[in-house]
């Protein structure tokens, strides 16, 4: 299969991640809309590393997954930390830092 | 870095320590400071004296130190860098010669001052700048120490910030010195635009290859640079401040107002001589002006009842024969008369702090008398001042008076008018001197309750050195002719001509005695002559109206237009302008707020947003 | 009549569409569905693809990893806390801002492909010559030569993560005020 599939496939899955990070109001909902644009990257980063014939793209993709878990694990934590002090899911109820 | 750049450092040091700690350290120590840094700089320049002496004389002018170059952009190029000459070896000397003396009178004259610290720190501030002046290699820090000295010099007026009078003095004088700053300024972009740099030495080895006599540039420049020099020196029209400038401290009337800041005009015109020798007209109006303000002081000293304003007009007056001899172009002489007169107007100065302390601020000489027996040390150095200032034979002030008013009839310049009104103010220096002596250590005492002392001996000292130096400093005239001789470059033609020096002699004694005879002849011969020449004496007395003259002038029409500029330009424009700059900032912010909603998602969309813009770029650019 | 190869290779096309497409189609899954249990086996899913194709693209280590962290790990994470919060419903309403943001993702969409086929990006054909290629000696290999100071990095980025989330966990704060 061509490099054109794998480009749309790529950037079909990161804008259908960053529209549900935009159109969800469920912060665990966000969290997987992250992630969803980071495995296109990710995928992107493969494939290419395939076509190029060159490892760094893989060991680049591995850093990735890395510092997901991480991120996914630090986000995690706060929701529930919101969840502990205001009992509820919204993020537009999340307002502090209103100007 | 040469060792000369130590007479600089030592006061600036001075003044940078006292302003810090001046107030944690005892009374005594600050004192002490303040007097040490101003010695250890005379000595200093004694040491750049010695060197200077230990070269051929012709090596000793344009001796410039450069410390390192501070700004080199395209034509323009500027070193930090100070000159070294006899000229500049001279000042300095008489700056910190008499500037320690004064420093060691004012830690007795101010001991009871509560803020004795801060005097210390704004008199080092003035040593300083005066040697930034003197010490400039360049028309740029020329001007830097002149305002430097300016502001020092607004600062010790003003020093008893709570009398109002002193505060008003102060702002005179400031005000009336940033007009001669504005007129230097002007003059250094003339000059830069004429010669392309504003270095002393190389403007004036370009100077008579670029100009010919009294041509149009050169006439602006010399012009300009004089309206700084008449400001500084208290010549006519910019004198006002002067006698005003009498509310500061005693010392401070000394050190400033007599025998250094005021000079700085004259030596502006000694430093710059190879211009104004290319600018004869403006050579005349320097010795005219001079001439002018010295009869023209003398007679207003000649009715004043304050002692300091008396000295003062005195001051005015002999700046007026030193700017007589910069116009004849016999400068050494008035370099010269510059010296001695800074001997003997800081003695006679501080002699009468010495008389205003020991009678508790007392100023007016109609109160005073009598003090002949209770003071007779501050009696003797005051006579001997009053002697040297009117020219009495023998000690300094006759021979570099009579110098100069020997040149103002036979240099080439020079003519009968000059030489007449020069005998003339001689003539009312000596009346004005002891009509004060007269009236302060002669007859009965006039104030029963006052109990005046002889003052400490920190104060007598200081008096007693200048004394000596009053009394002796005549000896120094050849040697200073000598010494200046290679800055200016022509020897000067010392006359002698026996018929007007006995004519100048006479004139001079005859006003003592006038003194003496209206003073010992009792009040009514006294009244008589003022009744006599009532219209005359109340002219004198008001100071021929020049303040009001420069109210009505300049000064009411100024308030008019900035009343009307205030309800107009500035309540309706500026501020206006100002209140609707905020306010449209405060709306708009509220405006652009909104963006920050404090939701993450809108985050999100503005940076999807930024994205598709960043990448219409990519794609179709 | 067919030979081998083209065989081969119109296979692999067909599955890497197939997979490629069920991708794009579980990822719309996660975003679309209300009820976050849902989402989330639908992630898992996409990653499964992911983890699939990315065999198909000669990177058998990654799959594993992909399989293992992200389907395994880092989706039972989220699976749990489901657990804990309670999988509630989420309201979908229509909203203007929503259409500017489908407005914006579309053009995104377009100018991403776009920017990948118009302008100055070549097609690169290269071919795999080494039998060890994506295999996790390779990798090994790789990262403990080459990239030695970045995967130290990497493991101090989890070490932190690990003590904030203690740091998180442990103490409790106190809700914050509006003004």
């Known amino acids: 299969m061509g490099q054109e599939f794998v480009l749309l496939v790529s950037a079909s899955v990161f804008c259908i991640g960053a529209c549900g990070f935009v159109i969800r109001k469920n912060p665990l909902i966000m969290f997987m809309s992250v992630e969803l644009m980071l495995n296109s990257v ?14 760094d793209g893989q060991i680049f993709a591995l850093f990735i997954m890395t510092v997901a878990a991480a991120e996914v694990v630090v986000g995690l934590a706060i929701i529930l930390t919101i969840f502990r002090t205001r009992h509820e899911m919204d993020v537009d109820h999340i307002d502090a830092l209103k100007g | 870095m040469s060792s000369s750049w130590l007479i600089l450092l030592f006061p600036l040091a001075g003044f940078i320590f006292l302003s810090l700690y001046g107030e944690r350290i005892s009374k005594a120590l600050a004192g002490w ?38 700004i080199s952009a395209a034509s323009f190029k500027l070193d930090f860098a100070i000159l070294v000459d006899p000229l500049s070896v001279f000042m300095f000397l008489i700056v910190t010669g008499v500037g320690f003396v004064i420093h060691v009178y004012s830690v007795s004259y101010m001991h009871d001052d509560p803020e004795y610290s801060r005097f210390f720190a704004y008199l080092n501030l003035f040593i300083f700048s005066m040697l930034v002046l003197v010490a400039a290699a360049d028309f740029f820090f ?12 607004y600062l010790l007026i003003g020093f008893w910030k709570e ?100 000079t700085a005009g004259v030596y502006l015109i000694a430093r710059c001589h190879v211009l104004y020798e290319l600018a004869p007209y403006t050579m005349y109006l320097i010795a005219g002006v001079g001439v002018l303000t010295a009869v023209f002081a003398g007679t207003m000293g000649m009715v004043q009842y304050d002692i300091k304003r008396v000295i003062a007009y005195s001051t005015m007056s002999q700046l007026g024969y030193m700017f007589l001899a910069m116009g004849l172009g016999v400068y050494s002489l008035g370099m010269f008369h510059l010296m001695t007169h800074a001997f003997f107007k800081a003695l006679l100065f501080l002699a009468a702090g010495s008389v205003i302390h020991a009678l508790d601020g007392e100023q007016d000489i109609r109160k005073m008398g009598g003090l002949q027996k209770i003071m007779p040390l501050t009696h003797a150095t005051f006579l ?57 250590f002669i007859g009965k005492t006039r104030s029963p309750e006052a109990h005046p002392h002889e003052s400490p001996l920190l104060m007598v000292l200081p008096l007693l050195i200048l004394a000596t130096l009053a009394l002796g400093g005549g000896v120094l005239g050849p040697w200073v002719d000598e010494f200046l001789g290679p800055v200016f470059g022509r020897e000067v033609h010392h006359h002698h001509d026996g018929a007007l020096e006995t004519i100048a002699l006479f004139v001079g004694i005859g006003g003592i005695v006038t003194a003496a005879l209206l003073y010992f002849t009792g009040k009514k011969r006294m009244e008589l002559v003022k009744e006599a020449f009532a219209p005359l004496y109340d002219l004198l007395f008001n100071k021929y109206y020049i303040d009001e003259i420069y109210d009505l002038l300049i000064v009411k029409p100024t308030k008019a237009i900035g009343a009307f500029l205030e309800e107009k330009a500035e309540k309706e424009g500026i501020d206006f302008a100002v209140d609707q700059i905020g306010f449209q900032i405060k709306e708009v912010s509220r405006g652009i707020s909104v963006w920050q909603s404090g939701r993450v998602r809108n985050y999100a969309l503005n940076m999807i947003a930024g994205m598709v813009v960043i990448l219409l770029f990519v794609v179709f650019l | 009549m067919f030979d081998l190869a083209t065989v081969f290779e119109f296979t692999r096309d067909t599955v890497i569409l197939t997979v490629g497409i069920t991708a794009v189609l579980a990822s719309l899954g996660v975003i679309l569905c209300s009820s976050p249990i849902y989402c989330a086996l639908y992630l898992i899913s996409h990653m499964i693809c992911l983890a699939l194709l990315f065999l198909l693209y000669n990177a058998e280590f990654l799959a594993v990893v992909q399989i293992i962290v992200y389907a395994g790990a880092v989706m039972i994470l989220f699976l749990f806390i489901i657990a804990l919060l309670g999988g509630r419903k989420e309201v979908q309403e229509n909203s203007l801002e929503r259409s500017i943001a489908f407005g ?28 060890m290629f994506g295999t996790a000696k390779a990798i090994g290999l790789e990262l403990f030569s080459k990239h030695i100071v970045a995967f130290e990095l990497a493991s101090a980025v989890l070490l932190v993560a690990a003590v904030g989330v203690i740091c998180l966990a442990k103490f409790s704060f106190t809700p914050l005020k509006r003004r």
């Open chain 2, 384 to 440: 001997i001042g009053a002697l040297a200032l009117a020219g009495f034979p023998l000690t300094s002030g006759y021979f570099s008076k009579e110098a100069i008013i020997l040149s103002s009839y036979h240099e080439d310049m020079g003519n009968f008018v000059f030489w007449a009104i020069a005998v003339l103010t001689a003539g009312m220096t000596a009346f004005y001197i002891f009509r004060v002596y007269f009236y302060t």
């Open chain 2, 163 to 262: 009398k109002t009078s002193a505060v008003l003095a102060a702002r005179k004088a400031f005000v009336m010195n940033v007009i001669g700053d504005v007129g230097m300024v002007i003059a250094a972009f003339a000059i830069f635009e004429s010669f392309g740099t504003l270095s002393f030495v190389e403007v004036f080895a370009a100077a008579p290859g670029t100009f010919r006599p009294n041509d149009d540039q050169i006439l602006l420049i010399t012009l300009l640079l004089l309206v700084g020099a008449f400001a500084k020196s208290a010549q006519l029209p910019l004198h006002t401040w002067l006698p005003d400038a009498m509310e500061g401290p005693t010392p401070v009337s000394a050190l400033i107002h007599a025998a250094t800041m005021v």
């Open chain 2, 33 to 70: 400071i303040g007097c040490g840094v101003v010695g250890a700089s005379f000595l200093a320049s004694l040491v750049a004296l010695s060197d200077l002496l230990f070269m051929p004389a012709e090596e000793r002018v344009g001796r410039v130190h450069v410390l390192y170059q501070w």
């Open chain 3, 104 to 131: 914006l993702i579309f053009t995104l969409l377009g100018e991403l492909y776009l920017s990948a086929t118009v302008g100055p990006t070549k097609q690169i054909e290269g071919t795999i010559n080494s039998e």
């Open chain 2, 142 to 153: 020329l001007i830097v120490g002149w305002a430097l000295v300016g502001l020092a010099s």
């Open chain 1, 42 to 55: 990710n995928f992107l980063l493969i494939t290419y590393s395939s076509f190029l014939n060159s490892l």
